[in-house]
């Protein structure tokens, strides 16, 4: 690295030029679980009971099955991009840093695939076992 110019002082520390998109990403997902949390939690107060079986019936509706799944998905997605970005700030050893952000994504992908897998088990079947 050369230090008699300012390019030579500051090659390789620029904009890897991924942040900014990060950084919506993160406020879209964010605003997408506000707006799904609240019609969540709206919905079930306007159920007439909490019992399994109007629980389980309202879920088989798919206009309450597909939000529920996009709530998910939208959850562990904003999930991952936080703890991407704390990881990015306190890991400093490339292996363990590689390990964690593997063993990050698994997570996210697993929670969210088991997530929408009881949605969809319980819309279909009615049943959970």
């Known amino acids: 690295?050369?230090?008699?110019?300012?390019?030579?002082?500051?090659?390789?520390?620029?904009?890897?030029?991924h942040g900014a998109h990060h950084w919506l990403t993160q406020r879209y997902t964010a605003v997408g679980n506000l707006l799904l949390v609240l019609w969540l939690l709206?919905?079930?107060?306007?159920l007439p009971g909490l019992d399994y079986e109007s629980v389980?019936?309202?879920?088989?509706?798919?206009?309450?099955?597909?939000?529920l799944m996009l709530m998910v998905v939208s959850?562990?997605?904003?999930l991952r991009l936080g703890m991407q970005v704390m990881l990015e700030d306190y890991v400093h050893d490339k292996?363990?840093?590689?390990?964690?952000?593997?063993?990050?994504?698994?997570?996210?992908?697993?929670?969210?695939?088991?997530?929408?897998?009881?949605?969809?088990?319980?819309?279909?079947?009615?049943?959970?076992?």
Request: charged letters at 5%.
């Open 42 to 46: 709206f919905s079930l107060i306007a």
């Open 75 to 78: 959850i562990f997605m904003h």
């Open 95 to 129: 292996g363990l840093a590689f390990l964690s952000m593997l063993l990050l994504n698994f997570y996210a992908l697993g929670g969210a695939a088991a997530g929408v897998f009881a949605i969809a088990k319980i819309a279909f079947t009615g049943i959970v076992k």
């Open 56 to 67: 389980v019936h309202w879920i088989g509706n798919p206009l309450v099955a597909v939000p």
């Open 1 to 17: 690295m050369g230090t008699g110019t300012g390019i030579g002082r500051v090659r390789g520390l620029g904009s890897a030029r």
